[in-house]
Structures are given as C-alpha cells and as structure tokens.
C-alpha cells in the first residue's frame, strides 16, 4: 500500500477521534456547566468553545510537543479563519443568525485585541514561554469575568437541565457521574485523534512536497474546526444563535489565548513563527476578526447574504493558500483581483450597511418619542 494512503487513513483516524472526543466533551462539558449554574450565552463563548476547541489545542500540543511548529501555527491562525468565514457562514446559510448585544460590544473587540496582540508578541519570529504565559494568564482572567458574569443569567440553563432530569429519570448525582464519564472519555478520543492526525499529515506534507504550514492552514484547520461548524448548524437549527455565535467567538478566543499560550508554555524551544505567516496568514487572520464587528453591528444578526459573502472569501483563501504553495502563474492576477476590486467592494458595501442601520435606528428613535422629533 502506497505511504500517501496510509497516511490519509491516518489523518480521517484522527478527525473521526476529534469529531468523537469533542461532540463528547461538548455534550458532558455544556451539561457540566448548567449544574454550576451558568448561561446559555457564557457557555457557548466558554465551555463549548473550549470544547470545540479542544481537537485545535490537542493538535498544537502534539504538534509543539513533536517539532512540528509550523503545522502548529498554521493550524491554530487556519481554524480561526475558517471558524469565522467557514463555520458561520454555513451556519448563517441555514438559517439566519442573532446576535446578543454582549458579543458585539464585548467578545468581538476581545478577539480582535488578542488577534493584534499575537501578530506582535510573534514579530520577532518565535512564541516563547513569556508570550505563553501572559496568553493564558489573559485567558484565566477572561474565563473568571465571564463565570460571574454568566452566573447572573442563569435561570434558563437551569430550566431546561430539570427538564432533562425529569425526562430521564436520573438523579442529579447519578447525571453528575454520567457526565463526567463523558468528559474523560471525551480527553481520551481527543489525545488519540490527535496524535493520528499529527502523524498523518506531517507524512502528507513530506510526501506531496509542500510545507507543514500550508497542510496546517488547509486540511488540519478545517478538520479540527468540523465540531464547530456542527454545533453552529445545529444550534443554528435549534434557534440558538447565541450559542452558535458565542461558540464561534469564544473558540477564537481560546485558540489564541490557550492553544497558541499552552503550545508555546510546552514547546521545548518555543514556537517558531514563519515570515510567511507574519506576512500574509496573521495580517488576513486579523482581518477576518475585524469584519465580524461591522457585520454582527449592522443589525445585530448574520443573515444569508453575509453568510454566504463569508462562506465565498473563505473559498477564496483556501484557493490563494493552494495557489501560493504551488506557485501558480495566475498567483499574481488573483491577488490583483482580490487588493483592487473584492476588497473595496466589501468595504463600500459595509460602509452602506452601516449608514443604513444608524438612519434606521434615528427613526426608531424618532418613533418612539414624537415629541423630540418635533423639535
């Protein structure tokens, strides 16, 4: 049997592993949360974020762990990328999605400052355990604020963890063991997958020839971010926006925050980071966060139209990574094409949204007191 195909059963082992440990983890790790009491809102940009998140942070300590820094970064800045373009858009394709006040005036900003902050720390060209450490100690303090801030918007999570007691005539204590079950379980799945996929795709990128960077921002970011897209459909379904929403906030943030921070805090050397990533991948990577605040701004909800803008540019990149590796002739046109004319567009048609959304909220305003208007 030819070494590519071992090597791709190896990579389809590890996501079907990831897929499993985090539907896992999710699961036991949402119902975990609701016996501490905590909102719907908080745990979709925590706990199922972290869980989500969980196939991205197993892969980068595998792959910091083994020397396979490239694939590391290039997995954590693709997954972000597919996480807002890819996992929302698709979301958004099925059925629109609302978007709670906090994530725009709180969450988003949040993204887009850690997003800055790691293009800094990393332009020196190496993550070490001093960027690791002020990572994840920025995200313990996010995590505590975000606790007491969910505990006081509980009541809902709590209704519907006593109707899922009621309808499976379970005892608290007895759901409170099945749960944790799950959550180890849920590890487990999520170590072995990630060691597989590790395995699997370092051996692709040597054998097609191209870099472990490119493999990491392509087949291993979109493969860890599928428990995303599913819990985004699924909640999108469901009626759930904030979950799927705050889901995806919440995974960038903790892909940036834990995964990048862990990753560099266990990498023996620290995390080398390419000239290339810095130039291109971080910039787009910061810019995709940014988009998300006009869009999510405008009228408080991602409907088909945005998602399918979203779901159209992450096609792109994906082309532009594949064009850029094999250094395609055409690379040149299409970046033309991109800078000159699908950029401006965008940002002209932002710009429109915006301008529409404050003379709609004037005469919100208007509407509701006549007697200002008059004046």
Known sequence: MPDWIVSLLFVLLGFAGLIGGGDSLVRSA???????????????LTVVAFGTSAPE???????????????AVGNVIGSNIANVLLVLGVAALVAPLAVHSRVVRIDVPLVILASAALWVLASNGRLGWIDGSLLSGALLAYLVWSVRQGKREAREVQDE?????????????????????????????????????VMGAVDLARVFGVSELVIGLTVVAIGTSLPEVVTCILASLRGKGDIAVGNVVGSNLFNILAVIGLGALVSPRGIPVSPEALAIDMPIMLATAVACLPVFFTGMRIDRREGAVFVLYFVAYIAYVVMRATHAPYLARFEVAMLGFVIPLTLIALGFSLWQCRVRRLAERQARSPAAAEE
């Open 161 to 197: 963890l006593v109707e899922v007691l009621h309808l499976e005539g379970l005892r608290k204590g007895h759901y409170l063991i099945r749960q944790i079950g799950l959550l180890l379980a849920g590890l487990l799945l999520l170590a072995v997958g990630a060691r597989l996929l």
């Open 30 to 44: 949402s119902a975990l949360a609701a016996i501490m009491r905590i909102s719907p809102l908080v745990i979709g």
């Open 57 to 71: 942070l197993a892969v980068t300590l595998q792959s910091s762990w083994s020397g396979a820094t490239d694939l």
